[in-house]
């Protein structure tokens, strides 16, 4: 698999299989997002993913891939500070505000960060069309955030602190983007990378969560918790794989954009599985949002 992942690298291929790649990170990050939304504590079920995805990595990276370079653990270093500062701003962002809030909003700022930093960091050079694209998907998903802001009915006593905490996780996520494509390009094999990653960023949020539920007067029931977290991890697997696997074949501003899709996904969710009503104006949005990511794929 390596092998073959490497001989695609810099080729029509790899640009199609990145395209790929990266709108299977957006749809699965919309399941991710929509398992910490509702019955648990966010705390909890991020403590609960973290917490299985480093059992099932840890085998495959002590037995399976090749070792890293030395090199990496440095790279690794970066990687457990960034993903814990924010998974801490996440939770904190989602236990003050309405989730149909605060996830466009995550999810709108990142694409702009990170186009910007894949140009200073990778050289990265998007055309003016792809800028309008850039523009026109950002529109959608901080207007789906505007319009769902108007319409929420809990939580406005703490929304503006949710806000201005889910800005600030949209620039860690455009920050853990730019960095973990750097880390995946460091090696010659990115499943080393991938693999010690889910160990590395698995390692923060298990303990502080158990602890959490320790401490809570009614505590949720762990069977259920643990069961949401294991199908979490094993879509984690896929979303944060995918993304990074995409950014090692193609431009990582061009993959960031194209998973900050997400936001469709999760109302096509939320209609289809959650029975929540998507109304014309919602559709509207989620338009603009697909018309953007079509701009910037065509218009390269």
Do not use: C
């Given at each position: ?5 490497i ?5 029509e ?7 790929l ?9 919309a399941v991710?997002?929509a ?6 504590d966010p705390?909890?079920t991020?403590?609960a993913?973290?917490?299985?995805y ?5 085998p ?6 090749p070792?890293p370079?030395?090199q ?14 924010y ?11 309405a989730y149909?809030?605060v996830?466009?909003?995550?999810r709108?700022t990142?694409?702009?960060?990170a186009?910007i930093?894949?140009y200073?960091?990778?050289?990265e050079?998007f055309?003016p069309?792809?800028?309008l ?6 529109t959608?998903?901080?207007?789906l ?16 602190a ?5 800005v600030?996780t ?7 983007t730019i960095y ?6 460091s ?5 080393t ?13 298990p ?8 401490a ?7 069977r ?14 896929g979303?944060f794989?995918?993304?990074?696997l ?8 061009q993959a960031?954009v194209?998973r900050?899709?997400s936001p ?5 969710i ?5 029975k929540?009503?998507?109304?014309p104006?919602r559709l ?5 949002i ?6 910037v794929?065509?218009?390269?």
């Amino acid at each position: 698999m390596s092998d073959w992942i490497i001989t695609l690298e810099g080729t029509e291929a790899g640009h199609r299989t990145a395209l790929l790649l990266a709108l299977s990170a957006a749809l699965l990050h919309a399941v991710f997002g929509a398992l910490q939304k509702g019955r648990f504590d966010p705390w909890l079920t991020r403590g609960a993913v973290d917490f299985w995805y480093l059992l099932m990595a840890l085998p495959v990276a002590l037995f399976v891939v090749p070792r890293p370079e030395p090199q990496l653990w440095l790279i690794f270093a970066g990687v457990w500070l960034i993903h814990t500062a924010y998974k801490v701003l996440q939770a904190m962002a989602y236990t003050r505000g309405a989730y149909t809030v605060v996830y466009p909003v995550v999810r709108g700022t990142g694409p702009l960060f990170a186009v910007i930093g894949a140009y200073l960091i990778f050289g990265e050079v998007f055309a003016p069309l792809q800028w309008l694209g850039v523009a026109t998907l950002m529109t959608g998903i901080l207007g789906l955030a505007a319009y769902n802001l108007v319409h929420v009915r809990v939580n406005r006593d703490t929304l503006n602190a949710a806000l201005a905490l889910a800005v600030i996780t949209g620039m860690l996520v455009a920050i853990y983007t730019i960095y973990d494509a750097y880390g995946i390009r460091s090696t010659p094999d990115p499943f080393t990378f991938l693999a010690w990653f889910f160990v590395i960023d698995g390692l923060s949020f298990p303990i502080p969560a158990y602890l959490r539920w320790r401490a809570m007067p009614q505590r949720p029931e762990a069977r259920g918790l643990l069961l949401r977290g294991f199908i979490g991890a094993i879509v984690a697997f896929g979303s944060f794989g995918s993304v990074m696997l995409a950014t090692r074949l193609d431009k990582v501003g061009q993959a960031a954009v194209l998973r900050e899709t997400s936001p469709v996904f999760a109302a096509l969710i939320g209609w289809v599985f959650l029975k929540e009503t998507v109304g014309p104006r919602r559709l509207g949005l989620m338009a603009l949002i697909a018309a953007g990511a079509v701009i910037v794929e065509t218009g390269g």
